[in-house]
């Protein structure tokens, strides 16, 4: 076995040897022809060049349209810091301070700023700094916050600001290009791109922020401490996400960012400047934590997708609908339903009121339902002021 492995070590030498051998003969012959007649070499480079250059001509032609992503989005874009006393009732010699970004967006005829609650948590509105595109610093009006989202709206009365455009986060898929715009360390005005990277990310552990309900974008466009708050937009220049959180060993990006879906942020910042608070939908089902590949093969299931109920509320919308213990929920208004916290980010969505079709496993065949969902009792997670 030995002289085996030595003789296949010697051939592969040799034939590296004969390999540099031939490069070499090669490069002689090329310097003495260049050398016979050297204007070729100038005009092979010539050539060269204006190869390049149409080259970069189509590669300027692709990255204006980064430029003008940048361009049309850096004024909805904002910087805000965040001071407060340490502790209320004494001098202000120990200060709290928090920064943060934010989005400018229209609702209602009206302006507002989007950002993540965590920025703004605890701040009053005269804690509050925004400071434009243009450098100009103004204070908020009032302030909403949803603390089960970390969504956080601020009303901005001043002139001459500029709305983001709202994108389609549903529409999203993996590999998108996208941008991440906002402060990174103080640092206004920065820039990140990179792609999508996934959707569907739940159940992180953001224990700071208190959020419940999670359905993040995955995005390796670089997201650091400050970059909070402001938006993720796509190559149309529209918001699709809000930048929340990283996965970070260090505290520094790693190549694993999260924002919230731009439709689940808009969702729950109209129900805030309408109505104070954010009214979200009642099935009444307890899904089964557990649930997984065993237990779908065991009811028959093809494939292990779904939310299996484990209890249901006496009197609820599930109980009306003739939902039953051991239904596996495939299907709510029409969106194929992952897994027990993606049934309930799909519930707190939608309109209260609402009769929904719904689609469960049972008995080893689809069965179609319908149930009209109810109000959830209301919870605020701050009060406007």
Do not use: C, Y
């Given at each position: 076995m030995a002289r085996k492995r030595r003789f296949v070590f010697a051939g592969a030498g040799l034939i590296v040897g004969l390999a540099i051998a031939m490069l070499l003969h090669f490069a002689m012959a090329e310097s003495a022809a260049r050398d016979a007649n050297p204007d070729s070499e100038f005009a092979d480079r010539d050539a060269q060049y204006a190869a390049l250059n149409r080259e970069v001509d189509q590669f300027d032609r692709q990255s204006n349209i980064l430029k003008?992503?940048?361009?049309?989005?850096?004024?909805?874009?904002?910087?805000?810091?965040?001071?407060?006393?340490?502790?209320?009732?004494?001098?202000?010699?120990?200060?709290?301070?928090?920064?943060?970004?934010?989005?400018?967006?229209?609702?209602n005829g009206k302006n507002y700023v989007l950002t993540n609650r965590h920025v703004i948590k605890n701040h009053r509105t005269t804690d509050i700094k925004i400071r434009l595109s243009d450098n100009r610093v103004i204070s908020p009006?009032?302030?909403?916050?949803?603390?089960?989202?970390?969504?956080?709206?601020?009303?901005?009365?001043?002139?001459?600001?500029?709305?983001?455009?709202?994108?389609?986060s549903d529409r999203i898929e993996i590999g998108d290009a996208v941008l991440a715009l906002g402060s990174?360390?103080?640092?206004?005005?920065?820039?990140?791109?990179?792609?999508?990277?996934?959707?569907?990310r739940r159940e992180q552990k953001l224990v700071e922020t208190g959020m419940r309900l999670q359905d993040f974008l995955q995005t390796d466009a670089a997201i650091n401490p400050?970059?909070?708050?402001?938006?993720?937009?796509?190559?149309?220049?529209e918001i699709v996400g809000v930048n929340t959180a990283i996965l970070s060993n260090s505290g520094g990006f790693e190549g694993v960012g999260f924002s919230i879906p731009i439709n689940m942020a808009m969702h729950v910042v109209r129900h805030?400047?309408?109505?104070?608070?954010?009214?979200?939908?009642f099935l009444g089902v307890q899904y089964d934590t557990e649930f997984g590949p065993t237990m779908a093969a065991k009811l028959g299931l093809p494939r292990p997708y779904g939310a299996r109920i484990e209890s249901i509320t006496a009197g609820g919308p599930a109980?009306?609908?003739k939902l039953q213990v051991n239904d596996v929920i495939l299907s709510f208004d029409g969106i194929r339903i992952d897994d027990g916290p993606h049934l309930v980010?799909?519930?707190?969505?939608?309109?209260?009121?609402?009769?929904?079709?719904?689609?469960?496993?049972?008995?080893?065949?689809?069965?179609?339902?319908?149930?009209?969902?109810?109000?959830?009792?209301?919870?605020?997670?701050?009060?406007?002021?």
């Open positions: 003008t992503v940048i361009k049309l989005t850096g004024p909805t874009v904002v910087h805000i810091d965040a001071e407060r006393a340490e502790t209320p009732g004494r001098p202000r010699r120990a200060q709290v301070e928090e920064a943060g970004s934010g989005a400018i967006v229209e609702v009006q009032r302030i909403w916050s949803d603390e089960a989202t970390d969504i956080a709206v601020m009303l901005v009365t001043d002139e001459a600001l500029v709305a983001s455009r709202i994108g389609d990174p360390f103080g640092l206004s005005r920065s820039v990140t791109t990179g792609i999508i990277s996934a959707k569907g400050g970059n909070s708050g402001g938006p993720l937009v796509n190559l149309r220049g805030l400047v309408d109505h104070d608070i954010v009214v979200r939908a109980e009306l609908a980010n799909i519930v707190s969505m939608t309109d209260v009121d609402k009769e929904v079709p719904v689609v469960v496993w049972r008995d080893g065949r689809q069965v179609n339902l319908t149930a009209k969902v109810t109000p959830r009792k209301p919870q605020t997670a701050s009060v406007p002021r």
